[in-house]
């Protein structure tokens, strides 16, 4: 009897414990900016209560959904379970960083809704258009086809290229295809009728790296594109008049990956160890990002997802005007990129990643180690809070995107992982691998969420659609996957 009457106390003690304590809490933006002054919160407080309190401390007019870390983990639980379970002390303010996340959800993907066939040799490149609703691919059969999704049948096969198609790339108002070969030429195609858009764009002397399209908020309709190449250089075209405007040399070794940046510059990455900045009116040098080892193999922008989207988001707005699409283009690019300068980050055959903020400073934000393999691919998530990692040691690694501190590993990979991408709304991540699999990441659970087998042979091209309806992947049995959630 007295046993039972103490345990009646001893939860009572809890229960007003819980009541009346209190935990000391500084709300923070993903940059470290506080929100407001610090505040008592109970330790009952649960996500539910912290969004009602940060959308108030924000004035927003329509409530948006938040989700909450501490120390990099997101809090899932009521802060009095979080504390008690990571023995945090109550003595010290408690920093929680608020992070916006999407208004909409993205299905994941998990089934194949169409195997095609119809390219001869391995499919080496895919990619969506802004708007998701064409798809392209490049084979080293020498062609580039234009898939109709509807049907889910080829709608061209664009024939021009003398040697493998190892790029293309859409201009991001969704007007333009070009694509790069083995041979070094590029070539405009003709989206109504599958045809090349006048000659060849002949200049580079080795085969093309990879393609970038300038930003249509700053720039609309799309004209110039950026090539980079083998041959150590990268060029800048004019898509109307077909002419380079600009050639941009300074590197002392093949060019791997080249951005441009939503500030208007060029990056390129390189063998030479090094990622040049430069300014694209005259082509000048403006700055030299140095600390790799060995080869940079490839670069990813902060505000990629906007950058390669443009104005088109999940509502499947239609623009009346190359200005009003800028105009939308430039909202979505300011809301994403904030206050804060925009981030690249580079992977490099020395198995490391640095992080930059080219715009602030030449030397690294900071370094990320963990990869036992060269670093294939990194990719930042569409709403710039992580940054992914593929790497030749099986693994996908998970990083914070504004500190670059490991978050998590991925391991289920039997082979190399070539590429990854992200779903619209950053909570699901893909990779293709050498293993002959896809595999979709759950960003939430840092767990598998889908193991999706199909493809015969290794997977080297994988891309989902900037609207997040659907997948596509391509490798060495020459066949694209398309998949649906």
Request: aromatic share 8%; net charge neutral; hydrophobic share 35%.
């Amino acid at each position: 009897m007295a046993e039972t009457m103490e345990v009646e106390v001893e939860a009572a003690a809890t229960a007003e414990r819980e009541a009346t304590n209190s935990v000391i809490c500084q709300l923070a933006d993903p940059e470290g900016n506080p929100l407001g002054a610090a505040l008592y919160l109970p330790e009952n407080a649960s996500p539910k209560e912290l969004n009602q309190v940060v959308n108030k401390l924000l004035s927003n007019e329509e409530k948006l959904p938040y989700a909450f870390y501490i120390s990099d983990e997101e809090l899932v639980v009521q802060l009095g379970s979080y504390l008690e379970k990571n023995k945090v002390s109550v003595e010290k303010v408690l920093t929680i960083v608020y992070q916006p996340q999407a208004v909409f959800r993205i299905r994941p993907v998990t089934r194949c809704s169409a195997t095609i066939a119809g390219h001869t040799e391995a499919v080496l490149s895919v990619a969506f258009s802004p708007d998701g609703r064409q798809l392209a691919s490049g084979s080293g059969d020498t062609t580039v086809r234009l898939w109709d999704l509807n049907t889910q049948t080829p709608l061209f096969t664009c024939q021009g290229h003398r040697n493998w198609v190892l790029s293309v790339a859409w201009s991001p108002d969704g007007k333009h295809l070009v694509s790069g070969s083995k041979a070094g030429e590029l070539i405009c195609w003709d989206l109504q009728t599958g045809k090349p858009l006048g000659n060849l764009l002949t200049g580079h002397k080795k085969w093309i790296t990879g393609i970038s399209w300038e930003p249509v908020h700053l720039s609309a309709p799309c004209r110039r594109f950026v090539s980079a190449s083998k041959d150590g250089d990268a060029r800048i075209w004019d898509v109307i008049t077909r002419k380079c405007l600009i050639c941009l040399t300074g590197h002392t070794l093949a060019i791997t990956c080249v951005k441009w940046g939503g500030d208007g510059v060029i990056y390129t990455g390189s063998q030479d160890c090094t990622i040049k900045v430069w300014e694209t009116t005259q082509g000048k040098l403006i700055r030299e990002l140095k600390g790799h080892g060995h080869w940079v193999n490839s670069l990813a922008l902060s505000t990629e997802y906007v950058l390669r989207s443009g104005a088109f988001d999940h509502t499947n707005k239609h623009f009346a005007s190359p200005e009003e699409m800028k105009k939308v283009a430039l909202e979505r690019y300011n809301k994403m990129r904030g206050n804060a300068p925009e981030r690249l980050v580079s992977g490099s055959d020395d198995f490391t990643m640095f992080l930059w903020e080219p715009a602030v400073s030449k030397h690294p934000k900071t370094r990320m180690t963990g990869h036992q393999q060269l670093v294939n691919h990194v990719y930042f998530s569409p709403d710039c809070q992580w940054i992914a990692s593929a790497s030749f040691d099986k693994s996908v690694k998970l990083w914070n995107g504004t500190t670059g501190k490991f978050v998590a590993a991925f391991r289920g990979h039997v082979g190399p992982v070539y590429q990854i991408s992200w779903s619209a709304d950053s909570r699901l991540l893909l990779s293709g691998s050498k293993d002959s699999t896809l595999k979709v990441w759950d960003i939430r659970t840092k767990k598998l969420k889908q193991d999706l087998p199909g493809h015969a042979d290794e997977v080297f091209a994988v891309d989902w659609s900037p609207d997040g309806e659907k997948v596509a992947s391509g490798g060495k049995d020459r066949v694209l996957k398309l998949w649906m959630g």
